[in-house]
């Protein structure tokens, strides 16, 4: 594999990290812009350009300050998503790639979150990628089971409507909270009780390997609403019993969402790791349940350390990485950025990807 550089962009946080030949982490920057989207309880497009446009060009000084040797390939996320934050880092890459003459990679942000679990920060290669891997990837925008069979990408399963942690997200909000609001949601629901609310896990018939998190969602705000507890937490250091229950019974639902296709889908597919990737897989509970569910089946279970589990650019070099050792390269000229439509990575059937994943 080449020495590469990643530059990742598409939603609030800026990153660029360089990874060496054998997948070790060179370097990893990130430029968080959570102090900037607070106010507005959410991420604002226009102001994730803007920030994205400050940081960029101080991150690559920084990073190409810490290489080890030359950059050969650069890697950038092209999509899915925020169209004006994905421009600023891929035109960065094209304009790097064309002036420097190296080879360029355009990276699906969730190929990205799919390797994040193969790769280590503590100075160790990137683990090479077994033949059958399930893997969940659930963030802000995303949450799908996918099966990675021998360098192909197939999705077998998303939600239906919310992401999980959209959906941490908006309950931790309504409770006063902030954002983002899975960790706040995790530390609460530590100390919570998860058999104190009752809350609905519907199933499609349908379709088994989907999930919906929005009539969990619903159930969640009524409850707070009736029981008066909309902006409970605010500014709370220590929030009443109900919140922290109602906490762990929607985190606990939310898992069990998650999980819920993965019985089924380890039965037909028989793989040899099963890894969880993306914001939420660094809830607490998520971790302990999928590795216990490991343990139980003797599979293998693997989840990315923690602060690879949010966005950041090591994952989106060492996927671009792999893509280029599989005979892939994108012309500077022609890349654009994608923002709801998919792109498909290698092997992922047509017609399975049609919620902008
Ligand atoms: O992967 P990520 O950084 O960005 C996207 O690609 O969306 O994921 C961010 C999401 C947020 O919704 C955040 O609330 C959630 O991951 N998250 C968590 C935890 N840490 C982050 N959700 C539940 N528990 C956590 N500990
Ligand atoms: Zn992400």
Redesign the pocket.
């Known amino acids: 594999m080449l020495r590469t550089l990643g530059i990742e962009t598409?939603?609030d946080?800026s990153a660029v990290a360089i990874v060496d030949c054998d997948g070790r982490v060179e370097v990893s920057l990130l430029s968080s812009q959570i102090a900037a989207h607070q106010p507005y309880g959410g991420v604002v497009p226009e102001l994730a350009s803007r920030e994205h446009l400050k940081a960029l060009p101080y991150l690559m000084d920084q990073a190409l300050e810490g290489v080890r040797g030359p950059v050969e390939l650069i890697a950038v996320t092209a999509g899915p998503g925020l169209i004006g934050a994905l421009l600023v880092g891929v035109r960065f890459a094209t304009a790097f790639a064309w002036g420097r003459g190296l080879p360029l990679i355009a990276v699906d942000?969730l190929e990205g979150?799919l390797v994040s679990s193969l790769l280590s920060l503590d100075g160790g290669p990137a683990r090479p990628e077994p033949d059958r891997v399930l893997a969940l990837v659930a963030?802000?925008?995303?949450s799908s089971w996918y099966l990675m069979d021998r360098g192909a990408r197939l999705r077998l399963g998303r939600t239906r409507d919310d992401a999980a942690?959209?959906s941490?997200?908006k309950i931790a909000q309504v409770l006063g909270l902030g954002y983002?609001?899975?960790?706040a949601?995790?530390v609460l629901a530590r100390r919570g009780d998860s058999s104190e609310v009752a809350l609905p896990r519907p199933r499609l018939k349908d379709a088994p390997f989907d999930f919906s998190f929005s009539g969990l969602k619903s159930a969640a705000v009524r409850w707070i609403r009736e029981h008066e507890l909309v902006d409970a937490a605010a500014g709370e250091a220590n929030p009443s019993a109900p919140v922290r229950n109602l906490a762990a019974s929607f985190e606990a639902a939310v898992v069990e969402q998650l999980l819920s296709p993965l019985p089924e889908l380890a039965a037909i597919h028989r793989p040899q790791l099963v890894t969880a990737s993306?914001?939420?897989a660094?809830?607490?509970l998520l971790r302990n349940a999928l590795s216990e569910w490991g343990r139980e089946h003797n599979v293998e279970t693997l989840l990315p350390v923690p602060a690879l589990?949010?966005?950041n650019a090591v994952m989106i070099a060492h996927a671009g990485q792999l893509a280029h050792r599989g005979g892939r390269s994108d012309d500077p000229r022609r890349l654009d950025a994608r923002a709801r439509e998919a792109w498909q990575p290698p092997g992922m059937r047509r017609g399975m990807s049609e919620a902008g994943v």
Do not use: L
Request: aromatic content about 4%.
């Open positions: 598409s939603c946080e942000h979150h963030s802000g925008g995303h942690g959209e941490f997200d983002p609001g899975g960790p949601i995790d993306g914001g939420v660094a809830n607490s589990t949010t966005d």
